[in-house]
């Protein structure tokens, strides 16, 4: 960790946003943790995605459960609100506060311990409730705040280091998030920014649940030459099947797409998302095949990244509920409390 | 764009702005640290090493290093490194035990300096440590050249100038004051090894218009005007005073007439201030004494009346600039005259050489300036130097001190027979400030404090005497918050490509967003894809060499970096760091074998 401050001081020619905020604005406290830590520059990219989007600061809930990756939260948008659940225990907590105001982006930050091992179960059925969040796992394979234990996503054969290899299968976030019917699945690296900025700006506009599983090195404990998660290994084994670009509602497309070659993705505020393939036999559309595919490269070893499963259609914890479409501190409190007089309509609907 | 080559010491030379600007190449950031360590005997050695005369300059440089000052970049205003430069001189300690030793026994070489200016002294500063006799020919009755005469006393006391002079009289030079050289040919014959003309730009410029000659008694040449008033040959001027022209001797001529009895000075410029080429700071100074700087006159005619001056005739101008602000067109709008009882001419000086034989192999161009190679200052007659304003026309002290340290190299090269364009060349020294994990050995901490403003004596007190100094120089408080301003520019950020990992950590933290990694491309190419756009051309790319993960380049964008260290903070594999460079600009003594071997004995 570092214990100088960084300066207030910015590039006298930073851009601002259409709120008149530079990217300096979306910034939180300095980072605690070891220096060159992949989480960080996952921080660094929700800092630009958020600065990009002009999302309005207090209009966001962070919320993250225990661990390295759960530190974070404190190191972006420090004038947003923030929640620190229990080890495990942050989706709990973001579907309470999403059920009581779905007007406000979630943003969740969970790690692999965190989100694969004693928070799994919650991490599942968030999925399956479609909870409308951005959820985004920084992928280190170790507990790096227990001094580097494997956790439930070390792959087989990866070297501890100390020495010790690991011989349990890992827990995949993606291939589980695809089975349990997430409607947003991708996976990227820390150290690829270009890929990482536009997936969460898509992420925090999909409407539901949106998985981000990052690839993010813990430098102190598992960035050895014999680790599967180093920076090193995962430069040479990650393999982008799709480049996603995020194009806002107001944007005009510039990008040039081959004929063809582009998918575009209507996402529902009116932005959009253009899938470049870069594999030629992926669909990201289908579900089977992407998770065949996708299970097919991690066998052979390789990390396939972007955006590998989208799905604009489906319904999120509101619409299954049907739930009242506004926050509650909206609303009258007759409204929220209607009173006993109120009791005997509810009742009979069970009668 | 090709790797960086960062042994090259002009590479992180330019990194620090200041340094790089000044003439003299003095070591600002390290003697700003000294200052903020309270060891102001260590600051002022640091400035007189590289600019001789620290207290004279800390009050009259025409200091080039502030507006290259990065922290003007990053901020609006630089450091008030000049006013800092004082507070070293004003507070420095005895510090006779760390001059040079002069030896008893000289060499057997005389070398002639023609006037007691910056530059000629400086060459006596460099030289006598060689064991040199040195003699320096004043026509005036004191030494210190246009700084006694041209700068008045209330910007620079006598006893500043006569304690740094006297430190360099005080050497063993034979100062020989009152004593006008008339002929170079006479100086030659009397056998000198070498002789150093230093006898400035005395020359000031006439404005010869109707009435000139009729009005001479109140028609004054600036520089011989200041040089009677510091000389007490003139005392008084009329109330109402014109100066033509808006340098730095106009300034002087203004404030100095204010000194004298004029209660109402008019400083007349042809054109807008932009134009002006007089120091931000010595106009303020004027305008704060109610000087009336009046822009787009241009004289036409002094007015006679009942036998003497009684005023000016000038054009109003009107310009038509262009958007880079250049004059595309001008006109006449009409004319006025405003009444005057004297007018002082400031409109520029030059070099003039009436005792210069024509025969004696020293050579003159076109325009009657003497032929003087810009690097060693020797003329075409092998022991005749130049340096100063007699070299290259009017500059400032600052040059004239570059000029004599490199024309003492060339001088002590030329007498012991050497090539005096085989010169040492620059060297640098890089040692890191990385003392254990979060520990650097610099403060590097970013202070916003504002620039501190020089108090100065009320204008009731300054004006009862003409020698009352009107800056007062830096309080402690002031001068404890100046010093936090530096950025340390010297301290550089210094990258090992292979030992990068890609992490993007220095890339996420720079404040600055000075940082990049990136495919390499051409310099113009990657300037616009940076994280922040490189747009300031005169500040360097850094470029590194190949990364080993993906080939991509570490590029850095110098023009904004605040020194912060944040980068090598957060490098996981000290790929970055934060290294201070020195480096050693040679002088005379660097090129002598027994000084050498005495200066790295004491290191």
């Not at chain 1, 996976?187 to 997936?199: A, I």
Request: one cysteine or more; charged letters at 25%.
């Amino acid at each position: 960790m570092s214990y100088m401050r960084k300066p207030k001081i910015v590039h006298p020619g930073l851009k601002k946003n259409a709120l008149g905020l530079t990217r300096r604005d979306y910034e939180g406290a300095m980072s605690t943790l070891c220096a060159g830590c992949g989480h960080d520059s996952i921080t660094a990219g929700i800092i630009q995605a958020c600065f990009e989007l002009s999302v309005e600061p207090h209009r966001v809930a962070k919320v993250s459960g225990i661990g390295c990756s759960s530190k974070t939260p404190a190191y972006f948008l420090s004038a947003s609100h923030g929640f620190n659940a229990v080890h495990g225990r942050m989706p709990a907590v973001a579907t309470g506060a999403n059920a009581a105001n779905p007007d406000l982006y979630y943003i969740g930050v969970s790690g692999d311990g965190d989100s694969l091992s004693i928070g799994l179960g919650q991490f599942c059925h968030a999925m399956r409730r479609n909870l409308d969040m951005l959820y985004i796992i920084e992928n280190n394979g170790v507990y790096g705040l227990t001094k580097g234990q494997f956790s439930a996503s070390a792959d087989v054969g990866t070297k501890a280091k100390k020495g010790e290899t690991n011989e349990q299968p890992p827990i995949d976030p993606v291939l589980t998030a695809l089975a349990l019917g997430s409607t947003f699945v991708a996976r990227s690296f820390s150290g690829d920014k270009e890929q990482l900025v536009p997936l969460i700006k898509a992420g925090l506009k999909h409407k539901g649940f949106a998985l981000i599983d990052v690839l993010s090195p813990c430098v102190t404990f598992n960035d050895h030459e014999d680790s599967t998660k180093s920076y090193a290994f995962t430069r040479q084994h990650y393999h982008p099947a799709l480049e996603a670009d995020f194009v806002q509602p107001a944007d005009e497309i510039m990008a040039d797409y081959d004929a063809g070659a582009a998918i575009e993705i209507d996402l529902h505020d009116g932005s959009r998302i253009m899938l470049r393939k870069t594999a030629p036999d992926y669909d990201a559309q289908n579900r089977g095949l992407a998770f065949a595919y996708i299970k097919d490269k991690l066998r052979l070893g390789e990390y396939l990244t972007g955006l590998l499963f989208v799905d604009e259609d489906g319904r999120d914890m509101h619409a299954v509920n049907q739930t009242v479409s506004q926050p509650l501190n909206s609303l009258d409190w007759d409204a929220v409390c209607p009173g006993s007089s109120a009791m005997p309509g509810i009742l009979s609907r069970y009668s | 764009m090709k790797p960086t080559d960062t042994s090259n010491p002009d590479y992180f030379h330019r990194v620090v702005d200041c340094q790089w600007a000044c003439p003299a190449h003095t070591d600002v950031p390290e003697y700003i640290r000294l200052i903020a360590q309270g060891r102001l005997t260590d600051a002022y050695m640091v400035n007189r090493e590289s600019n001789v005369f620290p207290g004279i300059l800390g009050r009259v440089c025409d200091r080039p290093c502030e507006p290259a000052c990065r922290r003007g970049r990053v901020e609006d205003k630089p450091v008030a490194i000049c006013r800092l430069k004082r507070v070293a001189a004003d507070l420095k300690r005895d510090f006779k035990d760390r001059l040079p030793i002069i030896p008893a026994a000289k060499n057997g070489k005389r070398v002639a300096c023609i006037g007691a200016g910056p530059a000629s002294l400086t060459v006596a500063n460099d030289l006598m440590p060689l064991g040199y006799e040195v003699t320096v020919f004043e026509a005036l009755r004191s030494p210190g050249g246009l700084m006694r005469a041209n700068i008045p006393a209330f910007r620079l006391p006598a006893e500043v100038l006569d304690n740094e002079i006297g430190v360099i009289v005080g050497m063993g030079v034979d100062l020989r004051l009152g004593h006008r050289v008339d002929s170079l040919a006479g100086m030659l014959a009397e056998g000198w090894d070498a002789i150093f003309v230093g006898s400035g730009a005395p020359h000031g410029k006439d404005l010869k218009l109707p009435g000139r000659d009729e009005c001479a008694a109140n028609i004054h040449i600036g520089i011989d005007w200041l040089g009677s008033v510091a000389f007490e040959h003139i005392d008084k001027i009329g109330e109402r005073v014109l100066i033509i022209g808006v340098g730095n001797t106009a300034m002087d001529c203004c404030r100095s007439s204010l000194r004298l009895g004029a209660t109402e000075v008019k400083v007349m410029a042809r054109k807008p201030r932009d134009f002006f080429k007089a120091s931000e700071w010595e106009l303020e100074d004027a305008e704060e004494e109610n000087v009336e700087i009046i822009v787009n006159h241009s004289p036409t005619e002094f007015v006679m009346e009942g036998g003497r001056l009684a005023g000016m005739r000038f054009e109003m101008m009107e310009y038509e600039l262009d958007d880079a602000g250049g004059i595309v067109s001008q006109r006449v709008t009409g004319e006025r005259v405003i009444p005057c009882d004297d007018v002082v001419l400031a409109i520029g000086q030059e070099n003039a050489f009436p005792w210069i034989e024509r025969d004696l192999g020293v050579e003159f161009d076109k325009w009657d300036v003497p032929v003087v190679d810009s690097a060693t200052f020797q003329s075409t007659r092998p022991e005749v130097f130049f340096g100063g304003d007699s070299a290259f026309g009017p500059k400032n002290i600052i040059w004239a001190v570059e000029h004599g340290h490199q024309a003492a190299v060339s001088i002590h090269k030329h007498c012991h027979g050497q090539s005096v364009e085989e010169r040492l060349p620059v060297t640098m020294n890089l040692s890191s400030r990385k003392m254990g994990i979060h520990e650097w050995s610099y403060k590097n901490d970013y202070n916003p404090a504002e620039r501190r403003l020089m108090p100065h004596v009320s204008l009731a007190e300054r004006f009862k005497k003409l020698n009352v100094e009107v800056e007062l120089g830096f309080t402690a408080e002031q001068a404890d918050a100046e010093v936090q301003r530096c950025l340390n520019c010297d301290i550089q950020t210094v990258f090992t490509d292979h030992l990068c990992i890609e992490c993007d950590a220095c890339i996420d933290i720079c404040p600055t967003d000075c940082l990049t990694i990136i495919r390499n491309a051409p310099e113009d190419e990657l300037r616009q894809r940076l994280k922040a756009p490189a747009d300031n051309p005169d500040q360097q790319l850094f470029v590194s060499g190949p990364l080993k993960h993906t080939s991509r380049v570490m590029v850095k964008d110098e023009n904004l970096c605040v020194h912060c260290g944040l980068c090598a903070e957060r490098c996981p594999t000290a790929a970055w760091d934060m290294q201070k460079t020195h480096f050693d600009f040679p002088y005379a003594t660097d090129e002598d074998e027994a000084c050498r071997s005495r200066k790295l004995r004491s290191a």
